[in-house]
């Protein structure tokens, strides 16, 4: 027999590798082909990464904690660290240079302190609202029943300070009711009343509904009607400055999600 010559041969192979080439575009090119690895690079990058400084209102604590937790384990990659305390004293912080890239207060008229001096990156949000409650101790000795009773002899009552917003929503409880409260305390963040009351320290304090709930069994709660005279607003924005305004958004957006609202719904705050 006859063998090929080299260069048939050679033709031969090329042949067969046109082909093979031509069969394995043809299946790239079908509806269920994966992403080019450019375009899954892109895809990876939506999602933003780092970590983020949050600044909220002490009575925000225990919800805000477990935001926080639920919103990095729905973005890998993020960490969110808070900075608790009283709102005012926080927007002094801020407006003192302090680094944060998130704001949330317990009223609107201290987040209106940094809107006015441009220190809020674009709108603000409104994502719940708050009453005061008076908190007592376990069994509550002292049979305190309204927001008059506090003004009776003999009590030893704490507050918050007028600047901040749990004491701005106290005085307009007492502007309303005409009941004239004689503290012995006036304290810089509501968590500092409430710890108060449940070391004893105070015969009753005027906190938040959501702070009475957190608390448990370490306190007694007193409910007044007179509280719906000072509903509180809370407010939530972006910093100016953050290094970080996606993730600053995106946290944002988180807190005003139906997953954010039903955390807050179920620590006792009305919706916004």
């Known amino acids: 027999m006859t063998r090929p010559s080299s260069h048939l041969r050679h033709a031969a192979v090329a042949a067969v590798a046109l082909v093979g080439a031509v069969a394995l575009a043809g299946c790239s090119s079908s509806g269920g ?22 600044d909220a209102a002490a009575s925000l604590q225990q919800t805000f904690t477990t935001l ?9 990659g993020t960490h969110v660290r808070f900075s608790f305390g009283g709102s005012s ?15 949330a207060s317990a009223d609107e008229a201290t987040m209106g302190t940094l809107r006015t001096g441009g220190s ?39 507050v918050c300070a007028t ?12 502007s309303a009711t005409g009941v ?26 005027v906190v938040y509904a959501t702070d009475v709930e957190a608390a448990g069994s370490k306190v007694h709660g007193v409910p007044f009607t007179a509280s719906a005279k000072a509903v509180n607003t809370y407010p939530i ?6 290094e970080h305004p996606a993730l600053a958004a995106s946290f944002v957006a988180y807190v005003r999600s139906a997953a954010g ?9 009305g919706g916004p």
């Open 180 to 205: 004239t409260l004689h503290p012995v305390s006036e304290e810089q963040s509501v968590t500092d009343v409430l710890g108060k009351v449940e070391a004893g320290q105070a015969d009753a304090g």
């Open 163 to 174: 600047p901040v917003p749990c004491g701005a929503a106290t005085a307009k409880v007492e």
């Open 89 to 103: 004293d926080l927007v002094s912080q801020i407006q003192a240079g302090a680094p944060a890239d998130v704001f």
């Open 237 to 242: 924005g972006v910093l100016e400055g953050t």
């Open 261 to 269: 609202q039903r955390v807050l719904a179920r620590a006792g705050f």
């Open 120 to 158: 809020i990156d674009g709108a603000t949000h409104d994502f719940a609202t708050n009453v005061l409650e008076i908190a007592t101790a376990p069994g509550n000795p002292k049979r305190i029943a309204t927001f008059s009773d506090l003004a009776g002899s003999g009590l030893q009552v704490v």
């Open 33 to 54: 082909s994966a992403p080019s690895a450019p375009a899954a690079s892109a895809s990876a990058a939506a999602s933003p990464t780092g970590t983020l400084t949050v």
């Open 68 to 76: 926080g937790a639920r919103y990095e384990a729905a973005h890998p």
